[in-house]
């Protein structure tokens, strides 16, 4: 089971809007609306950021976006702040080995 | 407000067993569908097994047969026993709450050494 693709790292300058891809097959992101982004601080556990692609959980800001187009699901944070820097992490369902697949982390810089 | 705490961690070496336990406030383990994810150091995350709340149980492939999740209602908690651990079972072990996995433990540390 391969894991979904994300790019490596992203940055931008406060204020500034970016955006996270995560792509997977037609087994996994294209096939179920049950993408979930998660974002790890060093040394944290993660916290959850969107579930169900789209939906924000109680107490995420809304700068905060998620979508999905054929197998690629993405993650939006617009103005962009300190405290968003962190590693992402997209998850997908799965109909191929795994239940769940996770994605290969973005590492998200504000400069 | 859903609390969780892991424990059990520490250093084995490979074969040997270890059994984790995931105390859980706020919520009820038999109403919830609980998981334990693992992340290997500076490595990414990895799913290794969830519970319904009907109690059928799922794993990654890669423990599939050596790792047991099991949960206790009378005392909350949710366990993962980990037998014939190998080296690159070495990770920080989380449990998560829900489908969405919306709440997180701290970790525990779990090492496969000789």
């Known amino acids: 089971q391969s894991a979904l693709t994300q790019p490596a790292s992203v940055s931008g300058s406060p204020g500034q809007s970016i955006t996270i891809s995560c792509t997977g097959t037609s087994s996994d992101v294209g096939r179920y609306d049950y993408v979930s982004w998660y974002q790890q601080h060093p040394g944290k556990a993660p916290k959850l950021m969107i579930y169900?692609?789209?939906l924000r959980p109680s107490g995420v800001s809304n700068r905060f976006s998620g979508s999905k187009s054929g197998n690629t699901a993405s993650l939006s944070i617009s103005g962009l702040q300190t405290e968003d820097e962190a590693d992402y992490y997209c998850r997908s369902h799965s109909s191929s080995g795994s239940v769940y697949v996770f994605g290969t982390g973005t590492k998200v810089t504000v400069l | 407000e859903v609390h969780l705490v892991e424990s059990g961690g520490g250093l084995v070496r490979p074969e040997e067993s270890l059994r984790l336990s995931c105390a859980v406030s706020g919520i009820s383990v038999g109403g919830n569908y609980m998981s334990w994810v693992r992340q290997a150091p500076g490595k990414g995350l990895e799913w290794v097994s969830f519970?319904?709340?009907?109690?059928?149980?799922y794993y990654a492939d890669s423990v599939e047969g050596r790792f047991t999740l099991s949960r206790d209602i009378s005392k909350n908690t949710v366990d993962l026993q980990m037998n014939s651990l190998r080296v690159d079972d070495t990770a920080v072990y989380y449990c998560?709450?829900?489908?969405?996995?919306?709440?997180w433990g701290q970790g525990t540390l779990v090492t496969v050494s000789s």
């Open positions: 998560a709450r829900g489908p969405n996995w919306d709440s």
């Open positions: 169900d692609v789209s």
């Open positions: 519970m319904y709340s009907g109690g059928d149980t």
